[in-house]
């Protein structure tokens, strides 16, 4: 356990069900998991096996359509949409597949514009967080200039400029090769004593650091597995699927 004393976040019997004309389909069934803070946490499953949805219950981006998701005491589904994205936005980061940063910003710029104010503390903290990461060399390049695996953890220092208790990355290598891979998933390993960390990957190399990883299948949380068990146990290897060759 990190020394960080964040709330857990938790679902209860969370199901998220897409209706579609008279077929419902269950991109979450039942699912009931806690997620102790400042702990970093791998979710894996094949291709549509709910990944990406337990992410969004579990950070208040999707209510579940029956059961629930907090984030300590707060329920989200019990609360106004503007609240939960004000909680969000105090309380949370986000990593995504792709980086997203505006191609006319130098790496240092795109990391202030996510500070309440880009003042000179917020420029000094965005610095300081580069330095931290050995990436100080990239402050005043432009996307453009940067690799793929650059811009990747230009976009995970982005997240943690606001100290978030949590940082969600849903498949944040995915475009990457593996040295890049695990640069990014090192720096986001790196936050864990400030946060809790949670990372959709289909790579089970990317969780190899993770304290606890959770198999998704057909919705279901059908494990909760040490990384270790990943590789030796032959039923795990099934649920995650072989990561596509690159
Ligand atoms: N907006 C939507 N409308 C209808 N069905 C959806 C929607 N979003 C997701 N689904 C379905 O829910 C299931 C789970 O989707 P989800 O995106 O959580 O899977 P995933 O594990 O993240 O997959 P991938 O590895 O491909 O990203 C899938 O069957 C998907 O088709
Ligand atoms: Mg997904």
């Given at each position: 356990m990190g020394k960080f004393d964040g709330d857990a976040l938790a679902c209860?019997?969370?199901s998220l069900?897409?209706?579609d004309g008279e077929r419902t389909n269950?991109?979450?069934r039942d699912v009931t998991t806690t997620l102790a803070p400042g702990r970093f946490y791998g979710i894996m499953g094949p291709s549509g096996s709910g990944k990406s949805s337990l992410l969004y219950v579990l950070s208040g981006l999707k209510k579940p359509t029956q059961g629930s998701a907090r984030f300590g005491a707060f329920v989200y589904d019990r609360h106004a949409d503007a609240d939960v994205t004000r909680l969000r936005r105090e309380k949370f980061g986000f990593v995504f597949q792709?980086?997203?940063l505006l191609p006319y910003l130098s790496?240092?710029?795109?990391i202030i514009l996510a500070a309440p104010r880009q003042d000179k503390p917020a420029r000094e903290k965005a610095r300081a967080l580069l330095?931290?990461?050995g990436l100080n060399g990239l402050e005043n390049k432009l996307p453009s200039q940067l690799s793929g695996g650059e811009k990747q953890r230009v976009s995970v220092i982005r997240a943690m400029m606001n100290d978030p208790q949590v940082i969600f990355?849903?498949?944040p290598t995915a475009a990457l090769d593996h040295t890049n891979g695990h640069r990014v998933v090192d720096t986001l390993a790196s936050y864990r004593a400030r946060g809790t960390v949670v990372v959709v990957t289909h790579d089970p190399e990317m969780v190899g650091d993770a304290d606890e990883v959770l198999l998704l299948r057909d919705g279901l949380l059908a494990d909760v597995q040490q990384p270790a068990e990943l590789r030796t146990n032959t039923v795990s290897a099934r649920l995650v699927g072989a990561s596509p060759a690159r």
């Open positions: 209860e019997a969370a069900a897409y209706t269950y991109a979450l792709q980086p997203f790496a240092l710029e795109n330095a931290d990461l990355a849903d498949e």
